[in-house]
């Protein structure tokens, strides 16, 4: 990218103070994929950044980029979409800043991907729109979906080892080393960790899942059960493939172990 002044559509993965009045945040672009830029004054801001730097804010975006700094610099923005109802639910926000973070965590700087864009957006626009409960399966679908588009899509349809296909009751195994699913006898023969446990039904689900385009996606009904083994499957894969887990994923985990723990204390 030469020197110069650019506009773009951008979706905000991060956000957080700096000194005393900057702000430093990660923009996913329309025009050039992930960017980290500087908001100078904006803490002082009362009308040219207030309530558009926010995480989950969709803006038009008018930033400066010079080669000898690694963060644009922040002129302007102007609010498109705030995503309101995201940020008032608990578990919409939860779902709305995992799918950010993933995108920021598996994508590189300067990339441009306008599917990656649309996506995000496209699925923020639907937790928007809809309950929180509908937060985890959406997540679900977001997760499979952009690893589909980033080129990581997990093998669903058989056994990466001997190609035989997924029955029901067959005893099939999700390995995130082996890239897939993995049948019990291959498990047993490579002396491999089973992995996770996957019903024949999950893994149509998720092959579904990536597999269609949004206007489909409501065909897809799964169960709690169903959700919850997707969650373990997704989960296990991403922290394989990134060599970490996500920090959002952390503190969920952490949060929902203190609401058990306090909600026992309140019904010892």
Same mark, same amino acid.
């Given at each position: 990218m %030469? %020197? +110069?002044l650019?506009?773009?559509?951008a979706?905000i $993965?991060d956000s957080f103070?700096?000194g005393?009045?900057d702000?430093?945040?990660?923009f996913?672009?329309?025009? =050039?994929g992930? $960017?980290k830029?500087?908001a100078? +004054?904006?803490?002082?801001?009362?009308r040219?950044f207030? +309530?558009?730097?926010d995480?989950l804010t969709?803006?038009?975006?008018?930033?400066?980029?010079?080669e000898?700094?690694?963060?644009?610099r922040v002129?302007?923005?102007a609010l498109v979409?705030p995503?309101?109802? /995201?940020k &008032?639910d /608990?578990?919409?926000?939860?779902?709305?800043?995992? !799918?950010a973070?993933?995108?920021?965590?598996?994508t590189r700087?300067g990339? @441009? &991907?306008?599917? /990656?864009y649309?996506?995000?957006?496209d699925?923020?626009k639907?937790?928007?729109s809809?309950? +929180?409960?509908? @937060?985890g399966? $959406?997540t679900?679908?977001f997760?499979i979906?952009?690893?589909?588009?980033?080129g990581?899509?997990?093998?669903?349809?058989?056994c990466?080892v001997c190609?035989t296909d997924?029955?029901?009751g067959?005893g099939i195994?999700?390995v995130?080393?082996?890239g897939?699913? /993995?049948c019990?006898?291959c498990?047993?023969a490579a002396g491999?960790a089973?992995? =996770?446990? !996957?019903?024949a039904g999950t893994?149509?689900?998720l092959?579904?899942?990536?597999?269609?385009? !949004?206007?489909?996606?409501?065909r897809l009904?799964p169960g709690?059960?169903c959700?919850?083994?997707?969650? %373990?499957?997704l989960d296990?894969?991403i922290?394989?493939?990134?060599?970490?887990?996500l920090k959002?994923k952390?503190?969920l985990?952490?949060m929902?172990?203190a609401?058990?723990?306090? &909600?026992c204390?309140?019904s010892?």
């Amino acid at each position: 990218m %030469k %020197k +110069g002044l650019y506009n773009t559509g951008a979706l905000i $993965l991060d956000s957080f103070d700096y000194g005393e009045s900057d702000r430093i945040i990660t923009f996913y672009t329309s025009g =050039f994929g992930k $960017l980290k830029g500087i908001a100078k +004054g904006a803490r002082r801001s009362r009308r040219r950044f207030v +309530g558009k730097l926010d995480i989950l804010t969709e803006i038009k975006l008018i930033f400066f980029h010079n080669e000898k700094s690694d963060l644009a610099r922040v002129e302007d923005a102007a609010l498109v979409d705030p995503f309101s109802r /995201v940020k &008032s639910d /608990v578990a919409g926000f939860s779902g709305g800043c995992c !799918m950010a973070e993933l995108v920021s965590e598996m994508t590189r700087e300067g990339q @441009a &991907s306008p599917q /990656v864009y649309g996506l995000l957006r496209d699925f923020l626009k639907l937790l928007d729109s809809c309950a +929180g409960a509908e @937060a985890g399966a $959406l997540t679900r679908f977001f997760e499979i979906k952009l690893l589909a588009l980033l080129g990581f899509m997990p093998h669903l349809t058989g056994c990466v080892v001997c190609k035989t296909d997924i029955r029901e009751g067959a005893g099939i195994f999700f390995v995130p080393d082996k890239g897939g699913a /993995v049948c019990r006898p291959c498990c047993a023969a490579a002396g491999a960790a089973p992995g =996770f446990s !996957m019903s024949a039904g999950t893994a149509m689900f998720l092959s579904s899942a990536a597999r269609f385009d !949004m206007g489909q996606l409501p065909r897809l009904k799964p169960g709690a059960a169903c959700l919850k083994e997707s969650e %373990k499957i997704l989960d296990g894969f991403i922290k394989h493939q990134l060599g970490r887990e996500l920090k959002t994923k952390k503190f969920l985990a952490k949060m929902n172990a203190a609401a058990n723990i306090e &909600s026992c204390i309140k019904s010892y």
